[in-house]
Nanobody, 123 residues
């Protein structure tokens, strides 16, 4: 069982930056591809970004390409999401997730989830 704990969310103004972190309990952290998803109130959970086990491959939702960067530090069992040029439409709860698959953008492809961290971007 992999436990994931997100941190770094908060209230910021449009144009600001935030860095989310997700710490994993599992020593085999490097066995999982790691993703970030987000869910706005009343909406479904959507893919944001994903990074492969060793960090060599990444993928992003079109809405965040060029603004968000996913990275990982396997020595620290941590994955990050650097979010720049934030927009009000980025407001959501952001979830970290782990998958035994190589790379997937599907919510259903993730095996473990954190409880999320709230990001609010004011205009």
């Amino acid at each position: 069982q992999v436990q994931l704990v997100e941190s770094g969310g908060g209230l910021v103004q449009a144009g600001a930056s935030l860095r989310l972190s997700c710490a994993a309990s599992e020593r085999t952290f490097g066995s999982y591809s790691m993703g970030w998803f987000r869910q706005a109130p009343g909406k479904e959970r959507n893919f944001v970004a994903i990074i492969s086990r060793l960090g060599g491959s990444t993928d992003y939702a079109d809405s965040v390409k060029g603004r968000f960067t996913i990275s990982r530090d396997n020595a620290k069992n941590t994955v990050y999401l650097q979010m720049n040029s934030l927009k009000p439409e980025d407001t959501a709860r952001y979830y970290c997730a782990a998958s035994g698959l190589s790379i997937t953008t599907r919510v259903g492809g993730m095996d473990y989830w954190g409880k999320g961290t709230l990001v609010t971007v004011s205009s």
